[in-house]
Every structure is written in C-alpha cells, then in structure tokens.
C-alpha cells in the first residue's frame, strides 16, 4: 500500500471516528434513529479497536481482535436491555484502556515514559529536571485515562443514558484537549527553554511517534 493511500485511509476513519459520537448522543438524546446509532457504535468500536491493536505484529490476529470486538459490540447493542448505551461503552472504554495501558507500561522500571520520548524528537537530550517533569506528566496522563474509565462507570450505572452519552460522547474532546493544551502551558511556563516549542510542532511530533510505532499494515 502506497504511502498516500494509507495516509487518506487513515484521515478518512479518524474523520469518523471524530463525527461519530455526536451522531450517537444524538439518537441516545432523543430516543431517534437508534438502529442508526447502532450501527455508528459498532463500527466506531471496530476502528478504535483496529488502532488499538496496531502493535500487534500479525495482521491476522489484529483481525481477529477487531472482528471480537465488533461481535461483542453488536451483541450488547442487541441483546442488553438498554442495548444502544451500553454498547456505547465498549469504544469509550477500549481508547481508555489502550491509552492507559500504553503510559502505564512506559512506567515501567527500565523503560523511558511515552512523553519523555516525545520531549527528547523535540528538545534533543534533557536535563533531569525535563526527565522527572516529563515522567510526572506520563503519569498525569494515567491518572486522567483512570478518571475518564471512572466517570464513565459511575454515570452509565448511576445517571440518565443522556447525561451518561454527554460526558464520553461531547465533552470527551473537550477534556482531552484541555489535558493536552494545559499540559502544555504548564510545561512552557516552567521547563520552556530553548528551543521553544509550538502547540503544533507537539501536536505533528505526537503523531510522527506514533506512527513510528505502527506496524506498515495500519489503516
């Protein structure tokens, strides 16, 4: 697969992965187009599922996993009394636990913390100062996937399913992006020596890693 096929494949499903959860709260809110919603649900879980598993090194069994993944969804969808919100769940859940997973491990003793790595693409080598802050914040990360997964729960057992798909469907960009912009005011206002760094430039830099840590194969 061509560079640029991969590259518009992969723009075009994080556009639906980006657009999907407002379709979703939509039908949850209003009780409308629920077989619609259904459909969304499964397939956003399908894809956060295939990029989830993209350290995978055999494509077939990443098949197998997103193929569980849809399965599982599409059941709970049709068989759970209150199908559509707890169905809902499962991408929600499946991004959280990814991401916690992945920070948590970089956490190990032995290894070097996610967002150190970012710093070092971007600053070169670092004090140790910039090492502590940048292992501090990989935990903050954890803690905010945590909180994310807790709230989830406690809201889809607890609250109405609208108030529930508000929280992981409209303000989950939100929070993200708060994270991700205050993270980074904090981080220029105490360790922002140079070389200075834009927004965008941790934005393309987050990327560039990542995609260096995906298998050729990925969407």
Same mark, same amino acid.
């Given at each position: ?27 949850? $809110? ?19 599922? &295939? ?17 569980? @993944? ?7 969808? !049709? ?19 990814? +991401? ?7 956490? $190990? ?16 080598? +670092?004090?140790?100062? @910039?090492?502590?802050?940048? !292992?501090? @914040?990989?935990?903050? &990360? ?21 108030? &529930? ?20 005011? &904090? ?16 934005? !393309? ?5 990542? !995609? ?8």
């Amino acid at each position: 697969m061509s560079g640029g096929a991969s590259r518009i494949r992969t723009g075009v499903a994080l556009l639906a992965l980006a657009m999907a959860p407002l379709g979703i709260h939509i039908a949850i $809110a209003t009780r409308h187009g629920m077989v619609w919603a259904g459909t969304l649900v499964i397939a956003e879980a399908a894809l956060i599922a &295939w990029f989830a598993l993209s350290f995978v090194p055999v494509p077939g069994l990443r098949w197998i996993g997103c193929a569980t @993944v849809l399965a599982v969804t599409a059941a709970i969808w !049709r068989f759970s009394p209150d199908g559509i919100a707890a169905a809902s769940a499962i991408p929600h859940a499946i991004a959280y636990l990814s +991401l916690l997973a992945a920070f948590g491990a970089s956490l $190990a003793p032995g290894r070097k913390a996610i967002v150190t790595v970012f710093a070092e693409k971007s600053r070169g080598e +670092l004090s140790p100062a @910039v090492i502590l802050y940048t !292992r501090r @914040v990989t935990w903050a &990360w954890c803690v905010f996937c945590a909180c994310q997964l807790l709230g989830s729960s406690l809201l889809l057992v607890f609250a109405p399913a609208w108030v &529930w798909s508000a929280f992981v469907n409209l303000c989950n960009p939100p929070l993200l992006a708060a994270m991700f912009c205050g993270e980074f005011a &904090w981080r220029e206002w105490h360790h922002g020596s140079a070389p200075c760094e834009r927004l965008t430039d941790s934005v !393309r830099m987050a990327a560039r890693v990542a !995609r260096s840590a995906t298998p050729h194969d990925a969407i």
